[in-house]
């Protein structure tokens, strides 16, 4: 009743809209796609169809607009059904598809965004390498410019879509030694000669969704794939993950908010003692947390998509989102399986299957700790120390 009070009579369409094709379309092929580990190309298409690729981009470049409010009911509903398609929707529009539409020239957007939106094409966005994750400015992939052209060496790890993706936004250096400084944004496209992808299989969750190392072995790249100013890649992908963890934020919403209905659905089938379990009071507490730390990451992820949608700033906010809302996804996906016994220990059941997908929501896009250190910048920022 109150999601009437705060989401507008557009927001609400496009809630019951992606929610019935997520109930309809996506939850029934999870756990199989989950065993397979499976690109669920039906579910990529199938969101392509309902035109969410077009999401925050300008009509201009083929997208029908919106901002991340949008964004967030979207994930949510994508996350409650099925949490692999979820990473892909998040790793192709709000990581890979908003670094070029930010950060791209007009020349640039025209020509990589409207197959993006189409969906005819699926992209990446590579950050991460085996010697630097969180410390990002320690990456080694270098960046060596030519005439018209950059020469591409180094690899990339644990990259979302890599392996089916057509166009990668690829971050590397010019100059180690200028660590944050020294850093490029590139888009490289499948086929350029001297790049290859390799697929990482054998994940805990998301399995469906595609994780791939990248490896660039003298890959010149044309300077008119160069994203931006030269030297400022590291701030720029800085920019795009704080936007872009309210979309994680909105996928843990959705994968607790399908842990607590799971539980409340099994707690009134299941007996013991005589009575079914739901009339428990140590088992009605569990609901309760769960219920109310749902609601809380639900509003800290819209408050802080209103903060980007109006321009303000936004970092902190979007840190205190993932950062909460991961961990009480965790939290909920444990209850979930605790409540189950030990059916919930066994892949018949839904909540296996949300708790392991649960776990890498305190990893990627920034690891609890890391949210932890933006979050006490902020604050000392704040009161001045
Ligand atoms: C399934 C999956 C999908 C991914 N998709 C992408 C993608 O599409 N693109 C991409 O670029 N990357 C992607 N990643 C990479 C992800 O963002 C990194 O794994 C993450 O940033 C952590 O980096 P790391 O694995 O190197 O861990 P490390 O940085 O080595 O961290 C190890 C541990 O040390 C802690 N730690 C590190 N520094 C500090 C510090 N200063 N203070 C306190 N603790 C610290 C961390 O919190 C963590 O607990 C993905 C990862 C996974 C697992």
Redesign the pocket.
């Known amino acids: 009743m109150t999601e009437s009070l705060l989401l507008s009579e557009q927001e609400l369409i496009l809630q019951r809209t992606v929610r019935d094709f997520a109930e309809r379309e996506l939850a029934p092929r999870a756990r199989e796609l989950d065993e397979s580990e499976e690109f669920p190309w039906e579910n990529f298409n199938g969101l392509a169809k309902l035109g969410l690729f077009g999401l925050t981009i300008d009509p201009a470049y083929g997208g029908t607009g919106g901002g991340f409010k949008e964004v967030a009911i979207v994930v949510e509903e994508i996350a409650r059904a099925c949490a692999a398609t979820s990473?892909i929707y998040a790793?192709h529009l709000s990581?890979a598809m908003q670094t070029i539409y930010r950060f791209g020239n007009e020349e640039q957007k025209q020509r990589f965004l409207p197959p993006l939106v189409r969906g005819e094409k699926v992209a990446?966005?590579?950050?991460?390498e085996p010697?630097?994750?969180?410390?990002v400015a320690a990456l080694a992939t270098t960046a060596t410019k030519g005439k018209g052209r950059y020469m591409l060496n180094g690899s990339?790890?644990?990259?979302?879509?890599?392996d089916v993706a057509d166009t990668f936004v690829v971050?590397a250096t010019h100059d180690r030694s200028l660590r944050t400084r020294g850093i490029d944004c590139f888009v490289v496209e499948k086929g350029t000669p001297g790049f290859s992808n390799h697929r990482q299989s054998g994940?805990m969750?998301?399995r469906a969704?595609s994780?791939a190392e990248l490896v660039f072995q003298d890959c010149a790249v044309p300077e008119e794939n160069r994203l931006g100013a030269e030297g400022t890649g590291f701030y720029d992908a800085m920019q795009i993950l704080e936007t872009s963890r309210i979309g994680i934020a909105a996928q843990c919403v959705g994968i607790g908010q399908a842990c607590l209905e799971a539980a409340a659905r099994y707690v009134q089938r299941r007996q013991a003692f005589g009575h079914p379990i739901a009339e428990f009071q140590a088992i009605q507490w569990m609901l309760a947390d769960m219920a109310t730390e749902m609601d809380a990451a639900r509003l800290l992820t819209r408050r802080a998509a209103i903060l980007k949608d109006q321009d303000m700033p936004h970092g902190a906010e979007s840190a205190m989102a993932k950062l909460f809302a991961s961990e009480a996804a965790n939290r909920a996906a444990s209850k979930a399986v605790q409540v189950h016994g030990g059916y919930g220990y066994f892949k018949d059941s839904p909540v296996e299957r949300y708790y392991r997908d649960a776990k890498?929501t305190e990893?990627?896009?920034?690891?609890?700790?890391?949210q932890?250190?933006i979050i006490a910048r902020s604050v000392l920022q704040a009161l001045g120390v």
């Open positions: 990473v790793a990581l990446a966005f590579a950050l991460t010697g630097a994750g969180s410390d990339k790890l644990f990259i979302t879509n890599g971050f994940k969750g998301m969704s994780t890498v990893i990627y896009e920034g690891t609890s700790e890391v932890r250190l």
